[in-house]
């Protein structure tokens, strides 16, 4: 019997599906080691099984799939070479790929691991209206899917959720985005210019999808050096029962080098 439970253990630790999503700032920039080798060490301490990535600046097809083999991910794609590109790594193949940048900012991949249809996207910093234009392309390619079952789209969404307007009630994050616009003149993220727009996150809720981070009755608001929540792994409904984790991750690494921090997500 003791076997038997030991067995099953194992298949159940087995079956779980580890995802992380990270703005790594600029290609990583604060690791100067060859080979991003501060980074490689810490996703090797984490493992994910997926590893989605936004501001892969500086990076080629060639030189991710060589640091993404270094902590055991054998599959990699870019979205493209110039620019802030979004990337997907994983232990489990990669197919069925897409790559748009048409009416994106930035732009986003379309992938399939496993049962696990995937979009990975990086949305505008500066103008809440082009994110608005932005998440309808986003949801409209899952509409228009062959199947809509076993999504999750995941990465830096440049926007607020309303299910975290309590966090924002000091308004000390409207405070720092007028700020912004006084000395970015291109930036608008701000409602008239005084208060903050959660019509994207909206969006998505009604669409169906569902914010990870707020099914796992353990996770903890973890501000970030932004003191706002912009990144996010959404999953369809019919993976919601399926999450087991769900948080923000802070360590002396994650605390240094990037101005966002990663999100962990794992499947049963």
């Not at 100067?32 to 990535?53: H, N, R």
């Not at 799939?65 to 270094?70: H, N, S, T």
């Not at 999504?151 to 994050?173: C, H, R, T, V």
Request: proline residues 4%.
């Amino acid at each position: 019997m003791c076997l038997l439970v030991f067995g099953l253990a194992l298949q159940s630790s087995a079956q779980k599906l580890r995802i992380i999503s990270y703005n790594i700032l600029e290609g990583m920039k604060v690791d100067t080691t060859a080979g991003k080798q501060q980074f490689v060490d810490w996703v090797k301490k984490q493992d994910p099984d997926i590893l989605a990535l936004q501001e892969c600046n500086k990076f080629k097809q060639v030189t991710l799939e060589q640091m993404a083999k270094k902590y055991n991910h054998p599959y990699a794609v870019l979205l493209r070479e110039p620019g802030y590109p979004v990337a997907l790594t994983s232990k489990y193949p990669i197919v069925n790929v897409q790559k748009v940048t048409d009416n994106m900012h930035h732009g986003f991949i379309v992938a399939k691991i496993k049962d696990l249809n995937l979009i990975i996207l990086h949305f505008s910093p500066h103008n809440y209206e082009k994110r608005k234009e932005e998440v309808e392309v986003i949801l409209s390619t899952i509409a228009a899917a062959p199947s809509q079952e076993k999504w999750a789209i995941m990465g830096d969404f440049n926007s607020y959720s309303p299910l975290d307007k309590q966090n924002y009630e000091d308004g000390k994050l409207v405070a720092r985005l007028q700020e912004a616009a006084k000395k970015y003149s291109f930036h608008n993220n701000l409602v008239d210019g005084k208060v903050l727009d959660f019509s994207v996150q909206q969006r998505i809720l009604d669409f169906g999808l569902k914010d990870s981070f707020h099914l796992d009755k353990n996770s903890k608001y973890v501000s970030s050096v932004s003191s706002a929540r912009i990144d996010y792994v959404y999953v369809s409904k019919d993976l919601a029962p399926r999450i087991s984790t769900a948080k923000i991750l802070k360590d002396a690494f994650t605390a240094k080098f990037s101005d966002h921090l990663p999100v962990l997500v794992e499947l049963r």
